[in-house]
């Protein structure tokens, strides 16, 4: 069994910041690329941002200025920092993750999502 639990999501008010943060759990023998995807209301899922395993325990990649991916590769989670938040950021963000597991099995899990929220 492999599990993602995200977490770090809420309503904010323009201008402020979020920290989302996804930790992938179970019979992992190793976690390959992990990104975020977002659904924002009556549009279609969309990819955020990926990072790839890396070298070294962290890998980080900067997007638009406004946001962060990284992940610890230890910790098996990958974090997105998002800073001056708009109302468009609005949306269901999601946590995706190319993971083998102990018995050999590559695959593409997902975590359950987390509300973003941004009023203005």
């Known amino acids: 069994q492999v599990q993602l639990l995200e977490s770090g999501g809420g309503l904010v008010q323009a201008g402020e910041s979020l920290r989302l943060s996804c930790a992938a759990s179970g019979s992992i023998s190793s976690v390959n690329r992990m990104g975020w995807y977002r659904q924002a209301p009556g549009k279609q899922r969309e990819l955020v941002a990926t990072?790839?395993?890396?070298?070294?325990?962290s890998a980080a990649n900067t997007v638009k200025g406004r946001f962060t991916i990284s992940r610890d590769n230890a910790k098996n989670t990958v974090y997105r920092q998002m800073n001056s938040l708009k109302p468009e950021d609005t949306a269901v963000y999601s946590c995706n993750a190319d993971i083998t597991t102990v018995y050999g099995v590559r695959l593409s899990y997902w975590g359950q999502g987390t509300q973003v929220t941004v009023s203005s």
């Open positions: 990072i790839s395993s890396g070298v070294g325990t």
